[in-house]
């Protein structure tokens, strides 16, 4: 299995080449990174410069681009070609805690125009040969993932799984993925723990293995697909037959502030379809399983208004856990490569 390290794991600041220290230092096969903010520039010396490092090292790269938008996928889809990225990473809102009420009576609006300008791209995206990965960013449930690329399908979109953001919507993340899977293409690897509030409840950041995922499983479920090109799945989406190998998965661990989901909350649903309550069953098994006590502190040192080196030594030991977990459950070999 084919595990990186992703820039958003550290909110204290890593660029490119620090990243692939990192990941050879730690026996990992990839990294992933936004070029604009972890390079000094995209002109082509620099990503050359980093292209090199990165083969040199025999590590893939996943390049990470912003919301959405026609100019911004016009500069990065070539940068990515450029780096050897063959994935661009990309997210749909700045939602968060999967709080859609800012889009009030906007969102399937939303949605169509993120469409439409994917659809201008994607001739852009088969001349450099790069797919671009949009990402549930704690804001689409996996109905709108899987109409998103049933509208363009094309095999140059597909789907970052974010599997702590799937609490976000209330969804749990093995039937998340299962839904998604014949349009996979990369994976952020997050966890999270659940702390009820009286509106809802918080998920706050981990260490791989220390929250609610459970990995082992979900992992054998993602390297055990196969999709056959053109077999229609049981609700008659058609794949793009994409194959495990072809999943590039990164760590992930994401944000230092806790996202808060009103889900308890009325007006937190505007912008939801209804569900059958039967369709909740699996979040809500999972939030009663693993819901923490009230009261437990679920804060960061950023949350907590501690020194930057409290938070870089925080988030460094939660790095090394979650190699260490995956190590121990042989997502990644105990050698210098990867399994």
């Not at 410069?49 to 590590?59: I, T, V, Y």
């Not at 799937?166 to 998340?176: D, I, K, R, S, T």
């Not at 409290?310 to 979650?322: G, N, P, Q, V, W």
Request: some cysteine; hydrophobic content about 35%; aromatic content about 8%.
């Amino acid at each position: 299995m084919s595990v990186g390290v992703c820039a958003y794991s550290f909110n204290t600041g890593y660029d490119a080449f620090q990243l692939m220290d990192m990941a050879v230092q730690h026996g990992l096969a990839g990294v992933e990174f936004p070029p604009d903010d972890c390079l000094p520039d995209l002109s082509p010396a620099s990503l050359e410069r980093a292209r090199a490092r990165a083969e040199e090292n025999g590590l893939y790269v996943v390049a990470d681009g912003g919301q959405v938008e026609g100019e911004m996928l016009r500069r990065l889809i070539p940068a990515a070609a450029s780096l050897g990225a063959s994935t661009l990473r990309v997210v749909m809102s700045g939602v968060l805690g999967g709080d859609r009420r800012p889009l009030s009576g906007r969102w399937n609006a939303h949605l169509a125009g993120c469409r439409d300008i994917l659809r201008e791209a994607l001739p852009l995206a088969e001349e450099h040969g790069v797919t671009i990965a949009v990402e549930n960013h704690s804001d689409a449930t996996s109905h709108d993932m899987c109409w998103l690329c049933e509208e363009l399908d094309s095999a140059y979109i597909g789907i970052t799984l974010d599997v702590g953001n799937v609490l976000a919507v209330c969804e749990e993340p093995f039937g998340y993925t299962e839904r998604i899977l014949p349009f996979l293409k990369h994976v952020h690897f997050k966890d999270y723990t659940i702390h009820p509030t009286d509106e809802g409840y918080r998920i706050a950041r981990c260490s791989l293995g220390s929250g609610v995922v459970d990995y082992p499983g979900l992992l054998s479920l993602i390297d055990g697909y196969r999709e056959q090109p053109g077999r229609a799945d049981s609700d008659g989406r058609r794949g793009q037959a994409v194959q495990p190998g072809q999943i590039t998965k990164t760590i992930e661990l994401g944000a230092i502030y806790a996202r808060h989901v009103r889900m308890l909350m009325d007006d937190y649903w505007a912008e939801y379809p209804d569900r059958d309550i039967r369709d909740m069953l699996p979040f809500l098994r999972l939030y009663w399983s693993h819901v923490r006590p009230v009261g437990e502190d679920w804060r960061t040192p950023r949350e907590k208004d501690e020194s930057t080196e409290d938070l870089k030594a925080y988030e460094t030991r939660e790095f090394e856990e979650s190699v260490a977990y995956l190590k121990e459950i042989g997502a990644v070999r105990t050698d210098s490569g990867t399994s």
